[in-house]
């Protein structure tokens, strides 16, 4: 199966619009601020691994990071919409469980805005900033529908 899943690197027929999200493949240390339900925030160290995967049509990432929801994984998938140039992304996390469905888009600065909604049918928007070769910040963010967004997580990642 992940001999299947794999791919070598983008769709060459549309190399340079999978590079959005494709130019995060490879592995990242982050520093990960999470705000729990107790609305306490907590900080922990982890791991996010992006790669290439379905024909090069989707960019997938694993986000791990032990000290947070019990060791277990969440992933991504990120593909890319040739009818509408958008991406359609779907990120789960079936121990919590967890899920949100998002569209995404650059954000016109160099880096990339995704929002949707999460399994509790709250408003979600994702960001990538300051996206360099070697870092980027990403923070998450959740409202009520009719409420403004807020802040619940952020990540700054250093590529290893």
Known sequence: MLELLSAAGPDPDHAE???????????????????????????????????????????QDVLFCPE???????????MYDITTR????????PKLPSYFSQVGRSDGAGGMIQEGTDSQGRRSRWTFTDVTPTS????????????????????HATRR
């Open 86 to 93: 958008l991406w359609q992304i779907t990120w789960i996390s």
């Open 136 to 155: 980027f910040h990403w923070q998450g963010f959740s409202a009520a529908p009719d409420g403004e967004f807020e802040l619940f997580q952020e990540m």
């Open 68 to 78: 947070f929801h019990d060791r277990y994984p969440g992933t991504t998938l990120r």
């Open 17 to 59: 619009a999978m590079m959005l999200y494709g130019r995060l493949v490879g592995t990242w240390d982050i520093s990960n601020r999470y705000r729990f339900g107790d609305g306490r925030w907590r900080t922990a160290a982890g791991e996010w691994r992006f790669g290439w995967a379905l024909g090069g049509r989707v960019v």
